[in-house]
């Protein structure tokens, strides 16, 4: 296809771009401490990463959406395929099975799951004749999420099955969904947290039942959700037995980082004196001695903002904020003036994903939120997370260059 | 149904209105941590990385008074492995071998030592050089294996002195939390015994402080160049009272016996020349770790090596004192230089008690200065009971005793002098009779002194009355330079006066020069020399045998106190001891080499 490069969103590539760079510079420094045989390692793996994830997002771009399109249910197959044969051939580590290892690559399946759930959920909503509101469209859409999650959880990884589920609330909403409809479809989780005191359920329950009394959204959706929210709270006890240990812990240590000083609750008290020490023009770069000297944890992965944070201070974590804010707001306005509900889908899908590993791993490095283990896009070192990440930036710029195409 | 649904603008502006409130959620987060708490955050971040270590200063040396060393420090070599670089297979079977430890004990001192995987976890110390020597040439067969200096305190094993110097080791958590005014850190090396607690603070000078960068596994990664490290001071030296000669003579007089003491000073001021406890132990094991069974050996040894004897050893005096009984009576005036009271007929009935004298065949009447010279008994018992119990305890306590003496070295006795509230403490009002003042009298009962007390009473007759204060450190050097000689100083003077005192002196020379003498065997051509013998009844074994000598009578220089335990009469065993140590002392001033006095048969 030939496209006029002049009519791309040059700013949206920019910004993705300077993240990217960013998380490289950043990688660097991590890996930067006295002594460390791997200096060189992760920058340059990661540059040559970014080599590739442009080109597959010149290939995105490149390629007609329609095509997606019509690849979507083939796509959605392949990824449930791949994450049943990750359990059984994956590299583990840390008892997790997530990776297939070719050498010195490691590819994680369910990174590309969140791409062909994103398709198949945005196909499905596309072109389905059912009201917002049904059950069966409802049911379907909830039935191809849970798939992939399902097969991620055995894995175990409680935080990328998550953001499966984000990818269906937001494509719920995004088809015309209201967010109260939204909340009462979720309630059963409410339910969940709050039978961990039987008072604190009781109130719970109750307002649940004047809620659906003042609203009536139908007898037979409000008759399911008081059931399912009085089996959530009775089967809780059950679920947190099933819960891996270093979840539970994960979840109790974000409940009190005091719990666990030396372990999650460790990870998090470095990354906020990381943060905080750097003020607002922070310690310079390759000058992070919180970095440097290791106190931080998985430095290039996870705690990458709390490096940027102390090299870069104050004005180097509101660049970043802006940039993805900026980022996310492109998104938005492309979702919003597309004609192809289809690629307006995809936009918000891709948005969704970015928006969520976005609060996740920047509030876990401020502390508040729980240590999951999810990257922050593009800027986190990781090959397949940064393909991914520019995967959908090239679905979304693809989308705002066609945007009058039906 | 439609409130469920959402047009495409709604959707819009609250997608916005979502980007918006993540942003400000996010930001406000980096606000707080980046701005409100930086101060904080920044000095965690600063401890986090910064290990302040402490520079031990060298530890002062310690001379005897002619300059010769006491106690110095000296360089010994510790071996340690870093756990990190350690080889497996090779690091620990090849060190073991070298060090003739088993691959398990090495295994377990690393574990035991172990403070990072980074920092050397010590395995040995005072590995000789030539172990060292290996190391550095065959480095390659020992990965991970380090060596450092460290300095360790040496004590000179041949001067017997450990009764002086003391020892030093590692402050104990009881002496952390005691200590307010001291600064001692964690795992500080500190005077534990003798010298080395007393002077602590001037041997220890001053530890510096250094701060050192490190990563979170404690890796060192150098100095910390933000902050000036606080440089450490060097410990002041000591030159000690002691003569090195004269304590090694000490050790050597008492060598052949099983347990004792003595103390020599010099009366004119009050210095101690030489001090010895006999059986005694090696300092120098406790400047590393002692091993427990060795620690045990030593502790439940029956002859006390631990014990300071010339300190902190409690015995009768027996006739050493007979001194203070015939002074005070001369005081009181009960008799004059000349009296004869009773004579001795061998012993002394009073009540339904008979009191012997030592010498079954009597000595006869004897006047002051011959009844000392001869040591009678009887003669003692009648001023005693003249004096009664109190007036007694009264010309004791005069005389220094059941009080310290003030020495510069921890933990003294002060011995007991029983006086009659004493006994209706212990025995009740009106359930002990005046018998106990003829024990009193001639140094028995419940009278009991230090070897070194005894010594300085001595040293009061010597030196006309006046009595110094025993002291140890005869100068301060500190490091910056300079010294400070420390001064004699006048205790008190005995409670008599300088015609008793004469009849005393008379006593104290016809002990040696009398023909009747009971250590006339020490009498000899070269020096003339006084004393007195004693035997202490010891309720627990054999007397323990007494001698305080002085010499020479025309100037007196020095008193030598020697007591021998469980040896039997004084003028058999103590008397020869002393005799040796004078010997020495006198042969160093007159310079030649005195052939052995021959000695002389001798009584009590």
């Known amino acids: 296809m030939i496209l006029n490069y002049r009519s791309l969103d040059w700013k949206l590539i920019g910004a993705a771009l300077a993240l990217s760079l960013i998380g490289i510079m950043l990688i660097m420094s991590a890996q930067h401490y006295a002594g460390s045989a791997y200096q060189q390692q992760y920058y340059m793996r990661q540059l040559i990463w970014l080599g590739i994830a442009l080109f597959v997002f010149g290939v995105v771009v490149h390629l007609p959406l329609r095509l997606f399109d019509l690849m979507a249910p083939l796509l959605y197959a392949v990824s449930a395929v791949l994450l049943v044969l990750v359990l059984f051939v994956g590299s583990a580590k840390m008892g997790a099975y997530r990776w297939f290892s070719f050498g010195p690559i490691n590819f994680a399946p369910s990174d590309y799951a969140k791409v062909a759930l994103i398709f198949v959920l945005a196909r499905f909503f596309a072109y389905t004749k059912l009201s917002v509101i049904s059950k069966r469209r409802l049911g379907v859409s909830a039935l191809l999420t849970l798939i992939p999650v399902a097969l991620i959880l055995k894995q175990p990884d409680l935080g990328t099955s998550l953001v499966f589920f984000v990818i269906l609330f937001a494509l719920w909403f995004w088809s015309g969904l209201s967010p109260l409809y939204m909340l009462l479809i979720v309630s059963p989780l409410i339910s969940l947290v709050a039978a961990s005191h039987w008072l604190a359920w009781s109130i719970y329950i109750a307002v649940l039942v004047i809620f659906l009394l003042l609203f009536r959204p139908g007898f037979v959706f409000s008759f399911l959700t008081v059931v399912a929210n009085l089996a959530f709270g009775i089967i809780t006890p059950f679920m947190w037995g099933r819960l891996a240990d270093y979840q539970k812990l994960r979840i109790l240590t974000f409940l009190d980082p005091g719990l666990d000083p030396r372990g999650a609750g460790y990870q998090i008290i470095q990354s906020k004196i990381a943060i905080g020490s750097g003020g607002i023009l922070g310690k310079g770069f390759l000058n992070g001695s919180q970095t440097r000297l290791d106190f931080l944890p998985e430095p290039h992965t996870d705690f990458v903002f709390s490096v940027l944070g102390e090299e870069f201070g104050l004005l180097g974590s509101t660049l970043v904020l802006l940039l993805f804010t900026f980022l996310f707001y492109r998104a938005i306005r492309v979702a919003a003036r597309c004609r192809s509900k289809f690629a307006s889908l995809l936009v918000i899908g891709a948005a969704s994903v970015f928006l969520f590993q976005f609060i996740v791993n920047i509030g876990m490095t401020l502390g508040f939120m729980p240590v999951t283990g999810l990257p922050l896009p593009f800027v986190s070192y990781g090959g397949t997370s940064l393909v991914l990440s520019w995967t959908l930036v090239g679905l979304i710029v693809s989308a705002d260059y066609h945007w009058q195409e039906y | ?604």
Request: one cysteine or more; glycine letters at 10%; a neutral charge.
């Open chain 2, 1 to 604: 149904m439609e409130r469920f649904k959402l047009s495409l603008a709604g959707r819009e502006r609250i997608g916005y209105a979502v980007v918006g409130a993540v942003f400000l959620t996010l930001f406000i987060g980096v606000v707080k941590l980046q701005i409100v708490e930086h101060r904080d955050l920044a000095l965690r971040s600063e401890s986090n990385r910064i290990r302040v270590v402490p520079i031990v200063p060298r530890r002062g040396l310690v001379y005897d008074r002619e300059g010769r060393v006491i106690i110095d420090n000296r360089p010994s070599y510790t071996v340690s492995v870093v756990p990190a670089e350690e080889v497996a297979g090779q690091t620990i079977p090849n060190l073991a071998e070298l060090l003739g430890l088993d691959t398990a004990q090495v295994r377990a001192r690393i574990q035991k030592n172990l403070v990072s995987r980074y920092q050397p976890a010590t395995v040995k110390r005072d590995v000789p050089f030539e172990t060292i020597a290996i190391l550095e040439e065959q480095s390659k067969k020992f990965p991970g294996v380090t060596y450092r200096m460290e300095q360790v305190r040496q004590y000179n094993r041949e001067l017997g002195a450990e009764v002086v110097s003391g020892y030093v080791g590692e402050v104990s958590e009881d002496e952390l939390r005691r200590s307010s005014r001291q600064s001692y850190r964690l795992g500080a090396i500190i005077g534990k015994k003798g010298l080395e607690r007393q002077y602590d603070e001037l041997l220890r000078g001053r530890e510096g402080t250094a701060y050192i960068e490190v990563s979170a596994a404690g890796q060192i990664l150098g100095e910390y160049t933000e902050r000036r490290p606080i440089p450490s001071f060097p410990g002041a030296n000591l030159t000690l009272t002691i003569d090195n000669d004269l304590q090694a003579a000490c050790t050597q007089a008492l060598d052949t016996f099983c347990c004792g003491a003595i103390v020599a000073l010099d009366p004119r001021n009050g210095e101690i020349l030489a001090m010895t406890s006999y059986p005694t132990y090696d300092a120098n094991i406790f400047s590393s770790v002692i091993p427990e069974t060795l620690w045990q050996e030593i502790s439940s040894d029956t002859t006390h090596p631990l014990l300071n004897r010339p300190l902190k050893g409690l015995y009768p005096p027996g006739s050493t004192v007979k001194f203070v009984t015939v002074g005070a009576a001369l005081e009181e005036g009960i008799i004059s230089r000349n009296t004869t009271l009773s004579p001795c007929l061998g012993g002394w009935q009073f009540g339904n008690r008979f009191f012997r004298c030592w010498q079954p065949g009597g000595h006869g009447a004897l006047a002051a200065a011959h009844s000392l010279e001869q040591s009678c008994d009887v003669f003692m018992y009648q001023l005693g009971l003249r004096l009664d119990v109190d007036k007694l305890a009264e010309f004791y306590d005069g005389c220094g005793f059941g009080h310290i003496t003030g020495v510069d070295l921890p933990d003294e006795e002060k011995g007991l002098n029983p006086t009659s509230e004493y006994y209706n403490g212990r025995y009740g009002r009106g359930q002990w009779t005046r018998a106990l003042v003829l024990n009193n009298s001639i140094g028995q009962g419940e009278l009991l002194v230090t070897p070194l007390q005894l010594a300085r009473f001595f040293c009061g007759m010597a030196n006309g009355g006046v009595v110094y204060r025993p002291h140890i450190v005869k100068k301060v050097s500190p490091a910056a330079g300079g010294e400070i000689v420390i001064s004699p100083r006048i205790d008190f003077t005995l409670p008599f006066s300088q015609s008793t005192l004469d009849v005393l002196w008379e006593g104290l020379r016809l002990v040696v020069e009398g023909e009747r003498g009971t250590a006339r065997r020490l009498k000899n051509k070269y020096y003339s020399i006084g004393g007195k013998t004693g035997t202490a009844q010891n309720p627990h074994g054999d007397d323990h045998s007494w001698f305080v000598g002085v010499a020479p009578l025309d100037n007196p220089q020095i008193v030598v106190c020697a007591i021998v335990e469980n040896a039997g009469h004084g003028s058999d065993v103590a008397a020869p001891v002393v005799g040796q140590v004078i010997r020495s002392f006198m042969n160093k001033k007159i310079g030649f080499e005195i052939v052995s006095t021959e000695p002389a048969e001798g009584g009590q």
